[in-house]
């Protein structure tokens, strides 16, 4: 592959085939999983399945996240690890959403080394998976992915007199400075899905 095939493959196209994808490829794990017991008794068969994503499906109709979330939660049932990363949104509450287990669920954000932190602890959660070690995600990961900014990061405080803001003018009445309002939460869906799906599907 050329770099410039790379670059065409994962260019936004405005689609995010995201249950339909993810449950395709649920279902070839399943069947590898299966087919690999079969022809070795005598050994320790793990399936991973890790989805990773930065947007929300618009593209896999008649699907729907339920049908996501019986997949996952049948493939759990089979004991196979799945991991769930969402970037740019509450993965955890998301990941329950799609079937996935909160403590296998992580939060991304768009900064580069944040979110090359986010994809090595996905993939490291992988590894631990097919050695048999915990692969949950600790609240330091956690931290590392997508810090909770503190009060101490904040920009200064401008000056507030009670006649530019009420609500201002009443914190600081109350010795609260305004600046510890939290900022309303703000979600970005950027669509980038390329023609071999948003999934990755791997066999210990």
Known sequence: MTLEEAHEMVSPRDLTRLYAT????????????????AANPDKQVVGVFELHTDGQDNESAPFTSGDLNAAVKAARAEGITCIFA????????????????????????STPQNASAGLRLASQAVMRACSGAPPQFTTLMR??????????????????????????????ALGQPPNLIPPALNLRQSAMAPPSGITRQTNC
């Open 86 to 109: 969402g970037a740019n949104q509450d993965a955890v509450t998301v990941g329950e959403q799609y079937g996935f287990d909160r403590d296998l669920s992580l939060t991304t954000d």
């Open 143 to 172: 931290q590392q992915s997508a810090p909770v900014p503190s009060f101490s990061d904040s920009p200064p405080t401008p000056p507030y007199s009670p006649s530019s803001s009420s609500a201002a003018a009443a914190l600081i």
């Open 22 to 37: 993810a449950m395709e490829e649920l279902a070839k794990l399943r069947r590898s999983v299966k087919e690999s017991k």
